[in-house]
C-alpha cells in the first residue's frame, strides 16, 4: 500500500503564488509517476501536472506556464509550484502516485486533498 500526505493548501490572493508538497510512504515496489489532481466545486477530477521518476513531466493547458511540478525520487515527494493563481484555480487538490508508467495516471493511489482558495 501507498500513503500520500499532502501539505501547502491554503488562501491566496489573486495572482498570487502557493507551493504543495506531497510525500510517499509505505509497503511498495518503487512509485514511477506522480501527481496532482484537482476538483473544483461540481467539476469532475482533472489532471493538473505528473513526473515521472525519469524526470518526464506532463501539465495541464490550463496551467501551463503558471505551475510547475518537480520531485525528489530520493525523498519520493513532489512539489507543485503554483503561480499568478486565478479563482478559478480554486479546488481539492489531490496527491496521485502509479507504480506504472503513465503520465494520465489513469488508476493511482489518491492523498487525502488539499484545499486551495484563490479569494480576494
Known amino acids: 500500500q501507498v500513503q500520500l500526505k499532502e501539505s501547502g493548501g491554503g488562501l491566496v490572493q489573486p495572482g498570487g503564488s502557493l507551493t504543495l508538497s506531497c510525500a510517499a510512504s509505505g509497503s511498495y515496489f518503487a512509485i514511477n509517476t506522480m501527481g496532482w489532481f484537482r476538483q473544483g466545486p461540481g467539476d469532475q477530477r482533472e489532471l493538473v501536472a505528473a513526473?515521472?521518476?525519469?524526470?518526464?513531466?506532463n501539465i495541464a493547458v490550463a496551467v501551463k506556464g503558471r505551475f510547475d511540478i518537480s520531485r525528489d525520487n530520493a525523498k519520493n515527494t513532489i512539489t507543485l509550484r503554483m503561480n499568478r493563481l486565478r479563482p478559478e484555480d480554486t479546488a481539492v487538490y489531490y496527491c496521485?502516485?502509479?507504480?506504472?508508467?503513465?503520465?494520465?495516471?489513469?488508476?493511482?493511489?489518491w492523498g487525502q486533498g488539499t484545499q486551495v482558495t484563490v479569494s480576494s
Open positions: 496521485a502516485a502509479s507504480i506504472e508508467y503513465d503520465l494520465e495516471l489513469k488508476s493511482p493511489y
Open positions: 513526473v515521472t521518476s525519469g524526470g518526464r513531466s
